[in-house]
């Protein structure tokens, strides 16, 4: 069935408003969000700043886009693991330790999640503003609710307890103001999985952990 006019109006404005995105993107990780701005964006997209205003109102209406595009290229970065593929503690620092390897190989991405305020009344309309990698946290912590052994809530408070650490590791060993290295910031993430899993005695299958 060949498109109406409107529907191909509406296919072009969205592939637009994604090279606005893209390049809004790069230049976020590659400088940081320091260097973003509305004329560099538009100049960098290959369209003028106006016809950037035709498609966002502002500037940080932008940046909700393409920190929502983002958020996309984390969740496919960690991948979604399957409930039969979590069983245990070491599964759960797989999960983890690809989810700091992301922030640590771009760090210019972790500190505009984090360090860069967006007026919130700027974010357009079916913009996820999760935690990223919380979708994949939960499905990994799946295995422990089924296991009867915690409370739903139990287990939210967890996967909250373990990301916030993370981010509390990213942000010391990306600031570089505590000489927090690669290694230490896997093996410390390591010992809070740990800590918080310590009830567990043993893995579906039969393997201490």
């Not at 637009?16 to 400088?31: G, N, Q």
């Not at 693991?81 to 210019?108: C, H, M, W």
């Amino acid at each position: 069935m060949t498109p109406s006019g409107e529907e191909r109006r509406s296919m072009k404005a969205g592939l637009v408003k994604r090279a606005f995105a893209e390049a809004a993107k790069k230049i976020i990780i590659e400088e940081g969000i320091e260097s973003v701005s509305v004329r560099r964006v538009a100049d960098q997209a290959g369209y003028t700043f106006a016809t950037l205003y035709n498609h966002f109102k502002s500037e940080d209406a932008l940046l909700w886009y393409t920190r929502n595009i983002m958020i996309g290229d984390i969740a496919a970065y960690m991948g979604a693991p399957k409930e039969e593929e979590v069983t245990g503690v070491k599964e759960v620092q797989k999960l983890f330790s690809r989810y700091l390897d992301y922030f640590i190989a771009y760090p210019n991405v972790f500190r505009f999640f984090y360090f860069h305020r967006l007026k919130r009344s700027e974010k357009p309309e079916n913009c996820d503003t999760n935690i990223p990698g919380g979708d994949q946290a939960a499905k990994a912590f799946e295995f422990l609710a089924a296991s009867g052994g915690y409370t739903p809530d139990e287990v939210g408070t967890m996967i909250q307890t373990m990301i916030f650490c993370a981010h509390g590791l990213l942000t010391l060993s990306i600031s570089d103001n505590d000489n927090l290295g690669l290694r230490e910031v896997h093996s410390r993430m390591d010992e809070v999985i740990r800590f918080l899993l310590r009830d567990l005695s043993e893995k579906k299958n039969g393997e201490k952990i």
